[in-house]
Nanobody, 123 residues
Framework: QVQLVESGGGLVQAGGSLRLSCAAS????????MGWFRQAPGNEREFVAG????????TYAGSATGRFTISRDNAKNTVYLQMNDLKPEDTAIYYC????????????????WGQGTQVTVSS
């Protein structure tokens, strides 16, 4: 089992920035591909970004490219999502996920999920 706890969400004005964190515990963090997803009210959960254990492979959704950066610190068992130039359409609950295979928004859903952290962007 892997336990994931997100933090860092909040209310920010359009154009602002937030950094989300996800602390992992349980099985060896380095064994897992990590990712971020989000779900806005009335919408399905969607992929945002993914990162390999080595950090050499990063994948982004089109809506995140150029504005969001995913990173991880394996020594701290933590994955981050730096979000810049936030827009009202980025408002959603953001979920951290862990999977034994690549997280790219395709294929089966990740094995493990956090509880989510709310991000609200005001116009």
């Amino acid at each position: 089992q892997v336990q994931l706890v997100e933090s860092g969400g909040g209310l920010v004005q359009a154009g602002g920035s937030l950094r989300l964190s996800c602390a992992a515990s349980g099985r060896t963090f380095n064994n897992y591909y990590m990712g971020w997803f989000r779900q806005a009210p009335g919408n399905e959960r969607e992929f945002v970004a993914g990162i390999s254990w080595s950090t050499l492979s990063k994948t982004y959704a089109g809506s995140a490219t150029g504005r969001f950066t995913i990173s991880r610190d394996n020594a701290k068992n933590t994955v981050y999502l730096q979000m810049n130039d936030l827009k009202p359409e980025d408002t959603a609950i953001y979920y951290c996920a862990a999977h034994v295979a690549k997280i790219s928004g395709r294929g089966p859903p990740p094995d493990y999920w956090g509880q989510g952290t709310q991000v609200t962007v005001s116009s």
